[in-house]
């Protein structure tokens, strides 16, 4: 069943990883999608859903910048005549660091992405809402479990993704009225590229941030995977081997 059939949704980082799982997911339930990255890769995602059916478009621009965020919602109303979604996905990891270590150049640039961001893609494209598909809308902003919880090293991470969650309730309350919904949702530890990068940078952190569990050096993050995942993986990837109790 296509739940989306005749809906025009706008995905954020729809490239790689989650975003492109996520413009996957919104085609295959029958909507029109804008893919919008900066890498380039939201070319392939499109060429992939258009050779299964037509009603995808690649959108490149940079999250931060305001004139590429309106160029992609405009260029969903020119093309399909409206927009009912946003997914605003993109966000990036900014390396672990202590708070007396982290640059300004990294806490700016985890700001910007992550928080300013999805200000400019919810500042945009609800002002479309309002005037191509007056009376509903929904946007979807991609949070973080560490939008609720405060974690060592992870003051921009936090920082921003702590603005995306009360952003999310801020518009919410304001745009109820005019029925659009805005929600977010918070991934755990997600095995895409992100995390890959986040564990290089655990290799950067003092010695004493990783620890010695039985036989095994332990990672920070492997620790803190384990500390906030019960289960011991991270989602849509392998269980970490079992560690002995020193
Ligand atoms: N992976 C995790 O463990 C995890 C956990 C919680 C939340 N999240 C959140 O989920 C979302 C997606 O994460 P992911 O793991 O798929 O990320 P990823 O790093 O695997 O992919 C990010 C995508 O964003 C794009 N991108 C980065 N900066 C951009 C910019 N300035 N403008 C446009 N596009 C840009 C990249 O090109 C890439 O396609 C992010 O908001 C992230 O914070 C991820």
């Known amino acids: 069943m296509r739940r989306l059939a005749g809906k025009v949704a706008m995905v954020t980082s729809a490239g790689s990883a989650i975003g492109a799982a996520i413009a996957r997911r919104l085609h295959a339930e029958g909507a029109c999608v804008v893919a919008f990255d900066w890498s380039g890769a939201e070319d392939g995602i499109v060429a992939e859903l258009n050779e299964l059916r037509a009603g995808a478009v690649g959108v490149r621009g940079d999250i931060r910048k305001g004139d590429d965020v309106r160029r992609a919602v405009a260029t969903a109303v020119e093309r399909f005549g409206k927009l ?43 002002q479309a809402m309002i005037e191509t598909s007056p009376g509903s809308g929904s946007v979807i902003n991609t949070a973080s479990t560490q939008s609720i919880d405060g974690m060592a090293n992870m003051v921009a991470c936090c920082g921003s993704k702590g603005a995306v969650a009360l952003m999310t309730k801020a518009v919410a309350v304001e745009v109820a009225p005019l029925g659009i919904r805005v929600n977010a949702v918070c991934p755990g530890p997600t095995g895409t590229d992100i995390k890959v990068n986040s564990s290089r940078t655990a290799v950067a952190l003092p010695d004493e941030a990783k620890t010695q569990t039985g036989s095994r ?11 906030m995942v019960p289960i011991g993986r991270v989602c849509g990837g392998a269980p970490l081997p079992a560690v002995m109790s020193p």
């Open 84 to 126: 009912d979604v946003l997914v605003n996905n993109a966000g990036i990891a900014v390396p672990l660091r202590r708070v007396t270590e982290t640059s300004e150049d990294d806490f700016d640039r985890g700001m910007a992405i992550n928080a300013r961001g999805v200000f400019l893609g919810m500042k945009h494209s609800i």
């Open 217 to 227: 050096a332990v990672t920070v993050d492997e620790a803190a995977i384990r500390s």
